[in-house]
């Protein structure tokens, strides 16, 4: 394939997987798409971006001849732990990425703002990123909130490692004969994770304990048709859902849109992870504690995930039709300089 005669992009999600790239030009979209199975590293600086790169540099060049580009003029990196991990790729990337890939502009986001614009794009409203972990975040167009996102140890309220581990309490509740156990719940426990009393032991050692909590957690979801207590456990969770969402959900009339009029503005609210995919059993319960904490939004489906939402952003970036706002932590925009370098950080943007 002949080369572009325009400049393209390239949009980036790093998270617990791996790397997914896309890469593609304004006006035509994604062109290209690849991955790598390995986690960027982090250490005693935060995120590493020499790792980073060194995944990143010779997929992004592999996709660009794919793709027929000859330059990559923009890039849109969303990170995990971009927020409390991200100095040294704020210090470093924008330069690394110039001097690598020609790049002139970039975009470094948290994930959880990948996962906000990939669910709704440029429009003010909240969403619910849940997986192992739980996260809200939102926006009026003119500004980010986040609500929780703390770990497993903190936080992740109502997240796929809150559910299991509600779900496993539960069933060593039954198993001592407490109240507020489940037998259904105590059953299940044993077949994933043997007897019940060798449980602390199976998972208190372990580095991936909130991934482990996590996979109990469709157990809980499969139970609550007919156990009290599995049911009670996902309304639990579905309130601190709602909880994270208000928090961060800015009020009917604020913000902006193309698609609204002057003090009309109805906030959306999305969900998107993998822990919806459990279905009816925590949608239900969710529907309805959103409903009480959030009358005046509208649910919307999710238009897609993470990497969407960093396409969309280089997309945008790369058009010249950027509106979103900027946040040291959250949402960080560097702006061309002449000569192709990178200039200060405009996070006004």
Same mark, same amino acid.
């Given at each position: 394939m002949s080369p572009s005669a325009g400049p393209g992009f390239?949009?980036?999600d790093s998270g617990g997987s791996g790397l997914r790239v896309v890469v593609g030009a304004a006006g035509r979209g994604p062109l290209a798409r690849g991955a790598s199975g390995e986690p960027v590293r982090t250490g005693a600086r935060g995120i590493d971006p020499g790792h980073l790169m060194g995944q990143?540099?010779?997929? @992004? /060049? %592999?996709?660009?001849?794919e793709a027929g580009i000859g330059r990559l003029d923009t890039a849109a990196v969303g990170a995990a732990g971009l927020a409390s991990l991200g100095d040294a790729l704020r210090a470093e990337l924008p330069g690394a990425l110039a001097r690598e890939l020609g790049v002139r502009r970039v975009a470094l986001a948290a994930d959880a703002v990948t996962a906000y614009v990939g669910a709704l794009g440029p429009r003010p409203g909240a969403v619910v990123a849940a997986g192992t &972990?739980?996260?809200a975040v939102g926006t009026d167009l003119a500004g980010w909130r986040r609500?929780? %996102?703390w770990g497993h140890l903190l936080g992740?309220? &109502?997240g796929g490692a809150w559910i299991g581990r509600a779900g496993l309490e539960a069933a060593l509740r039954a198993h001592d004969g407490r109240d507020g156990g489940s037998g259904r719940l105590l059953e299940c426990a044993e077949e994933m994770f043997g007897p019940a009393t060798a449980l602390p032991g199976h998972l208190y050692p372990r580095t991936d304990r909130p991934a482990v909590l996590a996979s109990f957690a469709p157990r809980v979801a499969e139970c609550a048709d007919d156990d009290a207590v599995a049911a009670d456990i996902l309304r639990a969770a579905a309130r601190h859902m709602a909880d994270s969402a208000a928090a961060v959900c800015p009020e009917a009339g604020s913000g902006g849109g193309a698609d609204a009029g002057p003090g009309s503005v109805e906030p959306l609210v999305a969900l998107t992870g &993998?822990?919806?995919?459990? %279905?009816?059993?925590?949608l239900v319960p969710l529907d309805e504690e959103l409903a009480k904490?959030?009358? /005046?939004a509208r649910r919307v489906a999710a238009e %897609?995930?993470?990497?969407?939402? @960093?396409?969309?952003?280089?997309?945008d970036l790369a058009a010249g039709s950027f509106t979103l706002p900027g946040d040291e932590k959250m949402l960080w925009v560097t702006s061309p300089a002449g000569g192709g370098g990178i200039d200060a950080p405009d996070v006004g943007t």
């Open positions: 390239v949009a980036v990143l540099v010779p997929m @992004a /060049r %592999g996709l660009a001849a &972990g739980l996260i609500a929780d %996102g992740d309220c &109502g &993998g822990l919806f995919h459990m %279905g009816d059993p925590l904490r959030l009358p /005046r %897609g995930d993470p990497l969407h939402g @960093a396409v969309r952003i280089a997309t």
